[in-house]
């Protein structure tokens, strides 16, 4: 078993994210965990993430707060929705996604994906 306490949890840098704090929990150099990685994004009223798409699937969280997540399918569709506390959502390989806290609160939001 490996814990990781929060106030130990070390930051990282993610492109294009703006206004936010990104925390490793598991994975990646947070544990020796090799299959999957879990980070807590922080989001500042005003913090966002790029649309961007990616090759491996992403679950979403919300632990705090309100975030406004964008979708564009592979086949161009665009959607969105609004998550609030205990809220999730997935988006699937080649989906483009941006969050984004267009509250004047802090959002927390847990990010579950597969290690590349």
């Given at each position: 078993m490996h814990i990781t306490r929060m106030n130990q949890a070390k930051t990282y840098q993610?492109?294009?994210?703006?206004n936010m704090t990104c925390?490793?929990?598991q994975g990646k150099e947070a544990s020796p965990c090799q299959q999957m990685w879990m980070g807590?994004?922080?989001?500042?009223?005003?913090?966002?993430?790029?649309?961007d798409g990616s090759t491996v699937e992403k679950i979403y969280f919300v632990v705090e707060g309100e975030i406004t997540v964008f979708c564009e399918?592979?086949?161009?569709?665009?959607?969105?929705?609004?998550?609030?506390?205990?809220?999730?959502c997935v988006f699937l390989i080649g989906e483009k996604r941006q969050l984004k806290n267009l509250s004047n609160q802090?959002?927390?939001?847990v990010l579950v994906m597969a290690s590349p």
């Open positions: 993610a492109p294009n994210h703006d925390l490793r929990l807590m994004s922080v989001f500042e009223p005003g913090g966002q993430t790029g649309l399918s592979v086949d161009g569709q665009k959607s969105e929705a609004v998550l609030g506390p205990q809220d999730s802090v959002a927390k939001v």
